[in-house]
């Protein structure tokens, strides 16, 4: 697989990268640089992966809260330039794992 980067933006601003290296379709992975402002967002994506990382069953309340935050804030670019319409992203430390789409995931 040739190696894709991709953006995650704020705004103007590129909060990091993703340089994925590994597909498994639906999904996309590998490493994620992030940049200064990043730091920013980082507690929600820390929060988001902890709900769905929790023992028990998911409260998708709560998760779907917290992800509307991020989509709200965040853009996920292509390596074509062009913002994708809708994403799920999840951040790890350097890791990240998503998937996205030209039309919402959801209805």
């Known amino acids: ?3 894709q980067v991709w953006q995650l933006r704020r705004g103007g601003e590129i ?5 994925v290296d590994e ?3 639906p999904w996309l992975s590998g490493r994620f ?5 990043y730091a920013a967002v980082e507690p929600l994506f820390v929060e988001e992966l902890a709900l769905i990382e929790a023992d028990g069953e998911l409260d ?4 779907e809260a917290v992800y509307a935050r991020i989509s709200d804030q965040v853009k ?6 062009w913002p994708v319409t809708d994403f799920l992203l999840h951040i790890s430390g350097q890791d ?4 996205w789409s030209d039309v919402p995931l959801k209805e």
């Open 96 to 99: 990240a794992w998503f998937r």
């Open 1 to 3: 697989m040739v190696e």
């Open 60 to 63: 998708y309340d709560a998760w």
């Open 15 to 19: 909060l990091g990268e993703i340089r």
């Open 23 to 25: 597909g498994d379709f």
């Open 76 to 81: 996920l670019i292509a390596p074509d330039g």
């Open 33 to 37: 640089v992030a940049r200064s402002g």
